[in-house]
């Protein structure tokens, strides 16, 4: 099985009930971040 990219995680997500015990690079959160931040969002207006 391949890895996912950043944006396919994102894009076909599920509900995960374990997670490992691996640490997570700091890259990889400033990626999550960034994506998230220009992810489209409700307008406050």
Same mark, same amino acid.
């Given at each position: 099985?391949?890895?996912?990219?950043?944006? *396919?995680?994102? *894009?076909?997500?599920?509900?995960?009930?374990?997670? @490992?015990?691996?640490?997570?690079?700091?890259?990889?959160?400033?990626?999550?971040? *960034?994506?998230a931040r220009l992810?489209?969002? @409700?307008?406050?207006?």
């Amino acid at each position: 099985m391949q890895a996912l990219s950043t944006k *396919e995680a994102i *894009e076909y997500r599920r509900s995960i009930r374990q997670f @490992k015990p691996d640490a997570i690079d700091d890259s990889i959160i400033m990626e999550l971040l *960034e994506s998230a931040r220009l992810g489209h969002h @409700k307008s406050s207006c």
